[in-house]
């Protein structure tokens, strides 16, 4: 992964950790994140369990579902996840 929107989710990648997000979601979003950073082309965060899919707009973003409201969204460039950030919209 090349570069995070949301700073919490940075600390949590980098550090395994962080109190600004819920720790109840930490495993679920650490496991994305792994699937992210091994990803080559975007086509591999199509897994089962996942309910990737890709979101409407320009640049183009992709979301996968953490929890409830809670996902992870992306670009993907060049084999590398950019801008990844946690949001809520669903």
């Not at 679920?28 to 990803?39: F, V």
């Not at 890709?54 to 953490?66: D, K, T």
């Amino acid at each position: 992964m090349k570069s995070f929107r949301n700073k919490a989710l940075a600390a949590l990648w980098s550090t395994g950790s962080t109190r600004k997000i819920d720790h109840r979601l930490h495993e679920r979003i650490l496991r994305r994140l792994d699937q992210l950073d091994a990803a080559t082309m975007v086509k591999e965060m199509d897994v089962p369990g996942f309910d990737f899919h890709p979101l409407r707009g320009r640049p183009q973003r992709y979301s996968v579902p953490i929890n409830g409201p809670w996902c992870l969204t992306f670009e993907f460039t060049g084999g590398d996840a950019l801008r990844v950030d946690l949001e809520q919209y669903r």
